[in-house]
């Protein structure tokens, strides 16, 4: 019902920049905000970054608050989440997921559709 297709990843300095997009597909109402997750090698899958389809609203992780922002392009039905800064810590796979909810919240299993990945490796 939502099919959600992530780009933009790859091999950056630190200090690098980098831009994902997430083109998001299927029933609008099914994904109505939107979230940025990563996963490092042995750790859990954690929150980035949210958006909200209609207002723009967003929210950030401590951990990028200042680094990583998070924007919508309704006419491409596509989110963005430019990277800057990037530090090795940010290394891992991202991943892009949709919830119907109309608020941003942070945890996992709020987050019904979610994309393949995208990794990003940032080197020193």
């Known amino acids: 019902q939502v099919q959600l297709v992530e780009s933009g990843g790859g091999l950056v300095q630190h200090g690098g920049s980098l831009r994902l997009s997430c083109a998001a597909s299927?029933?609008?109402?099914?994904?109505?905000?939107m979230g940025w997750f990563r996963q490092a090698p042995g750790k859990e899958r954690e929150f980035v970054a949210g958006?909200?389809?209609?207002?723009?609203?967003?929210y950030y992780a401590d951990s990028v608050k200042g680094r990583f922002t998070i924007s919508r392009d309704n006419a491409k039905n596509t989110v963005y989440l430019q990277m800057n800064s990037l530090k090795v810590e940010d290394t891992a796979v991202y991943y892009c997921?949709?919830?119907?909810?109309?608020?941003?919240?942070?945890?996992?299993?709020?987050?019904?559709?979610w994309g393949q990945g995208t990794q990003v490796t940032v080197s020193t």
């Open positions: 958006i909200v389809w209609w207002s723009g609203s967003t």
């Open positions: 997921a949709a919830r119907s909810g109309t608020n941003i919240v942070t945890d996992i299993p709020s987050y019904a559709y």
């Open positions: 299927g029933r609008t109402f099914l994904r109505q905000s």
